[in-house]
C-alpha cells in the first residue's frame, strides 16, 4: 500500500556539520520562544527554514534556503539512499536506555481516502495553512514527519542496525536525547524496505499539520498540472518510519490549559463538575500524576490556590452525545473533551480546534507555571495513551481532539532536508532510482 523512495538529502557542508550540534533545532511545534531566540543567532541554524520570522517569514525562509544552496552551506548527497536515524533517550521512573529505531526516506503523499495513511486526531487549520505556505515557497521539506509500521518480524531492524555501524552524524539534543544518523545507499536492502512498506497501512504518529500542509499542496499543484503524471516531487513528502510492534516507543501525555473564561469562578466550576465527576482534593500538587495514574477517566485539575483529582461518574459515559462507536467515547481524552470543554465550559467539539480559550501544554510544570502567574485559570492534566488506543482510533475511522499524543522524543530538524524541486528530486543518471 504505502510507496517509498530513497532520495538524495540536503545535508550541511561537512566543515559545517562538525559542529552539527549548533545546526540542529526542535520541531516547530515544541520549540519555546527562549530556544527560539538563542538558535536564531546562529545564521546558519536549521530554525532559519523550519520556523522563519518576521512579517516575510516564508519569503525569508525561501531566500535563506537559496543562499545556502549557492554558497555550499548545505549540499546535495549525490547518490539515493534510506536515513536510518536511532534516538536514544531515557524517562523518568526507568532504569533502561530506551533506543527508538526507525529510517527517514520519501513517501508518496496519499488522500485520506485511501486509507493508507490512517490519522488519529484532529488538526488546528491556521498550523496547516502555515506549513503549507511555508512548503510552496521553499519546496522543501525540512524535518520528516513520524509514521508508524507493524512488522512483528522485525525484518528491518537487522539492516538498520548495520547501517548504524557507520554513523553520519551523532549529537545529544537540547532534552538529553542521543540522535545517531546513518545512511543505506545497497539497492538490493533498499528493495527490501520498498517490498515491505508495500503490504503495509501507516499510521501518522507526529506531523498531523506537516502532512496535511503537504497534502494541500499535492492537491493544488494536481489541478494545475495538466500534465500531471504522480512521479512530481509534489507527490511525495518526507516520512520517518518506525515499527509500532517495538517496546521503545513511548507516547507521552498532553495536559490542557484553559484561560480566557469570563467571569470564571473556582466554585461555580467545581459545582458544574459535580454532576459528572467525583471530585477529591489533593494536597500536594506534585502527587497528581501519581493519584490519576492508571485510573480510567480520571484527570487532574489544577488552580492558582488548589489541586484536585476529577473522575467520571462510570454511569453518566452513556449520555455523551457525541456520535462516535462505544470504544471512542471511553477514551479519556474524549471524555474530558465532552464532558469538561463542552458540557462545562461550553465550547463544543467542533470550534474547540480554534478555541482561544484552550491550549496545549506537554510539560507538568509550564502548567503550573502558567496557574500560578494566573496567565491561565486552570490546567486539566491528562494520562499517557496507550498505542492499542490509538490503533482503536485509526481503524475505526474516528479522531481524537487535536494534540492528544505525544510520541516521545519528537524527531530533530537540521540533519537532512527534502527537496521536491523537480531537478533536485527526480534521479539523476548514474542512479538506480
Same mark, same amino acid.
Given at each position: 500500500?504505502?510507496?517509498?523512495?530513497?532520495?538524495?538529502? $540536503?545535508?550541511?557542508?561537512?566543515?559545517?556539520?562538525?559542529?552539527?550540534?549548533?545546526?540542529?533545532?526542535?520541531? =516547530? /511545534?515544541?520549540?519555546?520562544?527562549?530556544?527560539?531566540?538563542?538558535?536564531?543567532?546562529?545564521?546558519?541554524? %536549521?530554525?532559519?527554514?523550519?520556523?522563519?520570522? *518576521?512579517?516575510?517569514?516564508?519569503?525569508?525562509?525561501?531566500?535563506?534556503?537559496?543562499? $545556502?544552496?549557492?554558497?555550499?552551506?548545505?549540499?546535495?548527497?549525490?547518490?539515493? *539512499?534510506?536515513?536510518?536515524?536511532?534516538?536514544? +533517550?531515557?524517562?523518568?521512573?526507568?532504569?533502561?536506555?530506551?533506543?527508538?529505531?526507525? =529510517?527517514?526516506?520519501?513517501?508518496?503523499?496519499?488522500?485520506?481516502?485511501?486509507?493508507?495513511?490512517?490519522?488519529?486526531?484532529?488538526?488546528?487549520?491556521?498550523?496547516?495553512? /502555515?506549513?503549507?505556505?511555508?512548503?510552496?515557497?521553499?519546496?522543501?521539506?525540512?524535518? !520528516?514527519?513520524?509514521?508508524?509500521?507493524? /512488522?512483528?518480524?522485525?525484518?528491518?531492524?537487522? +539492516?538498520?542496525?548495520?547501517?548504524?555501524?557507520?554513523?553520519?552524524?551523532?549529537? @545529544?539534543?537540547?532534552?538529553?536525547?542521543?540522535?545517531?544518523?546513518?545512511?543505506?545507499?545497497?539497492?538490493?536492502?533498499?528493495?527490501?524496505?520498498?517490498?515491505?512498506?508495500?503490504?503495509?497501512?501507516?499510521?501518522?504518529?507526529?506531523?498531523?499539520?506537516?502532512?496535511?500542509?503537504?497534502?494541500?499542496?499535492?492537491?493544488?499543484?494536481?489541478? %494545475?498540472?495538466?500534465?500531471?503524471? *504522480?512521479?512530481?516531487?509534489?507527490? =511525495?513528502?518526507?516520512?520517518?518510519?518506525?515499527?509500532?510492534?517495538?517496546?521503545?516507543?513511548?507516547?507521552? !501525555?498532553?495536559?490542557?490549559?484553559?484561560?480566557?473564561?469570563?467571569?470564571?469562578?473556582?466554585?461555580?466550576?467545581?459545582?458544574?463538575?459535580?454532576?459528572? +465527576?467525583?471530585?477529591?482534593?489533593?494536597?500536594?500538587?506534585?502527587?497528581?500524576?501519581?493519584?490519576?495514574?492508571?485510573?480510567?477517566?480520571?484527570?487532574?485539575?489544577?488552580?492558582? @490556590?488548589?489541586?484536585?483529582?476529577?473522575?467520571?461518574? !462510570?454511569?453518566?459515559?452513556?449520555?455523551?452525545?457525541?456520535?462516535?462507536?462505544?470504544?471512542?467515547?471511553?477514551?479519556?481524552?474524549?471524555?474530558?473533551?465532552?464532558?469538561?470543554?463542552?458540557?462545562?465550559? *461550553?465550547?463544543?467539539?467542533?470550534?474547540?480546534?480554534? %478555541?482561544?480559550?484552550?491550549?496545549?501544554?506537554?510539560?507538568?510544570?509550564?502548567?503550573?507555571?502558567?496557574?500560578?502567574?494566573?496567565?491561565?485559570?486552570?490546567?486539566?492534566?491528562?494520562?499517557?495513551?496507550?498505542?492499542?488506543?490509538?490503533?482503536?482510533?485509526? +481503524?475505526?475511522?474516528?479522531?481524537?481532539?487535536?494534540?492528544?499524543?505525544?510520541?516521545?522524543?519528537?524527531?530533530?530538524?537540521?540533519?537532512?532536508?527534502?527537496?521536491?524541486?523537480?531537478?533536485?528530486?527526480?534521479?539523476? /543518471?548514474?542512479?538506480?532510482?
Amino acid at each position: 500500500m504505502a510507496e517509498i523512495k530513497p532520495f538524495r538529502a $540536503w545535508r550541511y557542508n561537512p566543515e559545517l556539520s562538525q559542529q552539527i550540534d549548533a545546526l540542529t533545532s526542535p520541531l =516547530f /511545534d515544541v520549540v519555546s520562544e527562549k530556544q527560539r531566540n538563542a538558535l536564531y543567532k546562529n545564521p546558519y541554524n %536549521s530554525i532559519h527554514l523550519s520556523v522563519p520570522r *518576521g512579517d516575510s517569514a516564508n519569503d525569508d525562509a525561501a531566500k535563506t534556503l537559496k543562499e $545556502w544552496k549557492e554558497q555550499q552551506v548545505i549540499k546535495q548527497d549525490k547518490l539515493a *539512499g534510506i536515513y536510518v536515524y536511532y534516538q536514544y +533517550f531515557t524517562l523518568a521512573g526507568h532504569q533502561k536506555e530506551f533506543v527508538r529505531k526507525g =529510517f527517514i526516506c520519501n513517501m508518496r503523499t496519499y488522500d485520506w481516502e485511501d486509507k493508507v495513511i490512517l490519522r488519529h486526531e484532529n488538526t488546528i487549520p491556521k498550523a496547516v495553512n /502555515d506549513r503549507a505556505v511555508l512548503l510552496e515557497k521553499t519546496n522543501l521539506h525540512v524535518s !520528516p514527519t513520524h509514521g508508524l509500521y507493524s /512488522d512483528p518480524t522485525f525484518e528491518l531492524e537487522k +539492516f538498520m542496525d548495520e547501517s548504524m555501524e557507520n554513523p553520519i552524524y551523532e549529537t @545529544e539534543d537540547y532534552q538529553g536525547v542521543r540522535d545517531v544518523l546513518s545512511v543505506i545507499h545497497d539497492l538490493d536492502i533498499i528493495k527490501r524496505f520498498q517490498a515491505l512498506l508495500e503490504a503495509k497501512q501507516v499510521i501518522l504518529a507526529d506531523g498531523h499539520h506537516r502532512y496535511e500542509g503537504s497534502l494541500a499542496y499535492k492537491r493544488k499543484h494536481m489541478a %494545475s498540472n495538466a500534465a500531471h503524471t *504522480g512521479s512530481e516531487g509534489y507527490n =511525495f513528502h518526507l516520512m520517518f518510519f518506525t515499527n509500532m510492534e517495538a517496546d521503545d516507543l513511548r507516547i507521552l !501525555p498532553t495536559h490542557r490549559i484553559i484561560k480566557n473564561l469570563e467571569n470564571f469562578s473556582e466554585p461555580d466550576l467545581l459545582a458544574a463538575l459535580e454532576k459528572d +465527576f467525583i471530585i477529591k482534593n489533593v494536597e500536594n500538587v506534585n502527587d497528581i500524576h501519581e493519584i490519576i495514574l492508571g485510573k480510567k477517566w480520571a484527570f487532574g485539575l489544577v488552580t492558582k @490556590e488548589n489541586a484536585y483529582k476529577i473522575r467520571l461518574k !462510570p454511569e453518566v459515559l452513556s449520555t455523551m452525545a457525541w456520535n462516535f462507536p462505544p470504544d471512542i467515547k471511553a477514551l479519556d481524552l474524549t471524555v474530558l473533551h465532552y464532558f469538561v470543554i463542552e458540557k462545562v465550559l *461550553g465550547i463544543s467539539g467542533k470550534h474547540q480546534r480554534n %478555541s482561544e480559550k484552550v491550549t496545549f501544554e506537554r510539560s507538568f510544570a509550564e502548567c503550573l507555571t502558567e496557574v500560578l502567574k494566573e496567565e491561565a485559570q486552570f490546567a486539566l492534566i491528562t494520562q499517557e495513551i496507550s498505542m492499542e488506543e490509538i490503533k482503536k482510533v485509526c +481503524f475505526s475511522g474516528f479522531m481524537m481532539p487535536q494534540k492528544s499524543t505525544y510520541f516521545y522524543p519528537k524527531v530533530i530538524c537540521g540533519f537532512l532536508f527534502s527537496s521536491i524541486q523537480e531537478n533536485e528530486f527526480q534521479p539523476t /543518471d548514474h542512479s538506480c532510482f
